[in-house]
């Protein structure tokens, strides 16, 4: 196994972005944790598969699910489904479904096998807690609700999502409270992350400060 550097956080925080770019900086292969999560959602609510069905029919289902990475985009049985799940739809849909423990072991059999060969930096809620936690480095980002609902805005703008300020931010804290508060491997902070807030930090200062975390 290679190194392996962990960030989790709750949305907005900045976690896709900064991942990128520090594993570009070092070399490492990037995994966004939260994008296997998206495509089991869209995959489950392609087939109208609620949270309500049971086990049974969500595992059908999952056995016929092959995601893949590729230059940055998300496949699903080898169809790019990148833009899909960046849908609001799929923002309430991962939420949900990722208190499944179902799903959780099924995407954290996928997550380890991925990190096995190469040096990685992975992003998402319990990569610090629960997928590694035996992290060569771990961090926490995480930025003020407000901050991180005009980010979540300014996304949704940029890929022409409509959604009001009021909803982005109505969306963004209803997701924290479930990913945080779900009983299993809800997002908290490890012990032994470096935290970091975000709120008042433009991309390349967070990005610095981490490198610099990271090679302590
Ligand atoms: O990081 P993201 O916003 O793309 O993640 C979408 C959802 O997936 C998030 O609301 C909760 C879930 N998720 C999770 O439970 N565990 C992870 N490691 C990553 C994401």
Same mark, same amino acid.
């Given at each position: 196994?290679?190194?392996?550097?962990?960030?989790?956080?709750?949305?907005?925080?900045?976690?896709?972005?900064?991942?990128?770019?520090?594993?570009?900086?070092?070399?490492?292969?990037?995994?966004?944790?939260?994008?296997?999560?998206?495509?089991?959602?869209?995959?489950?609510?392609?087939?109208?598969?609620?949270?309500?069905?049971?086990?049974?029919?969500?595992?059908?289902?999952?056995?016929?699910?092959?995601?893949?990475?590729?230059?940055?985009?998300?496949?699903?049985?080898?169809?790019?489904?990148?833009?899909?799940?960046?849908?609001?739809?799929?923002?309430?849909?991962?939420?949900?479904?990722?208190?499944?423990?179902?799903?959780?072991?099924?995407?954290?059999?996928?997550?380890?096998?991925?990190?096995?060969?190469?040096?990685?930096? #992975?992003?998402? @809620? &319990?990569?610090?807690?629960?997928?590694?936690?035996? /992290?060569?480095? $771990?961090?926490?980002? +995480? *930025?003020?609700?407000?901050?991180?609902?005009?980010?979540?805005?300014?996304?949704?703008?940029?890929?022409?999502?409509?959604?009001?300020?009021?909803?982005?931010?109505?969306? #963004?804290?209803? @997701? &924290?409270?479930?990913?945080?508060?779900?009983?299993? /491997?809800?997002? $908290?902070?490890?012990? +032994? *992350?470096?935290?970091?807030?975000?709120?008042?930090?433009?991309?390349?200062?967070?990005?610095?400060?981490?490198?610099?975390?990271?090679?302590?």
């Amino acid at each position: 196994m290679g190194k392996v550097i962990a960030i989790d956080g709750p949305s907005g925080a900045g976690k896709s972005t900064i991942a990128k770019l520090i594993a570009r900086e070092l070399g490492f292969d990037y995994l966004d944790t939260g994008a296997l999560y998206r495509a089991v959602a869209f995959a489950l609510r392609k087939v109208d598969i609620d949270i309500k069905d049971d086990d049974k029919k969500i595992m059908d289902l999952l056995l016929k699910v092959n995601i893949s990475f590729n230059n940055g985009r998300v496949f699903l049985n080898g169809r790019d489904i990148s833009s899909e799940i960046r849908s609001r739809e799929i923002d309430y849909y991962s939420s949900v479904f990722s208190t499944k423990k179902i799903v959780r072991d099924f995407l954290l059999t996928i997550q380890r096998k991925l990190a096995t060969i190469n040096n990685i930096v #992975v992003e998402g @809620r &319990d990569t610090t807690t629960v997928a590694f936690p035996d /992290a060569w480095k $771990k961090i926490y980002l +995480d *930025a003020s609700p407000d901050e991180r609902a005009k980010r979540r805005y300014l996304q949704f703008k940029d890929k022409a999502i409509y959604a009001t300020m009021d909803e982005a931010k109505r969306e #963004v804290i209803e @997701r &924290d409270r479930r990913d945080s508060n779900r009983d299993i /491997a809800p997002l $908290k902070k490890a012990e +032994d *992350a470096f935290f970091i807030d975000s709120s008042n930090m433009s991309v390349e200062q967070a990005k610095e400060e981490i490198l610099r975390f990271i090679k302590t």
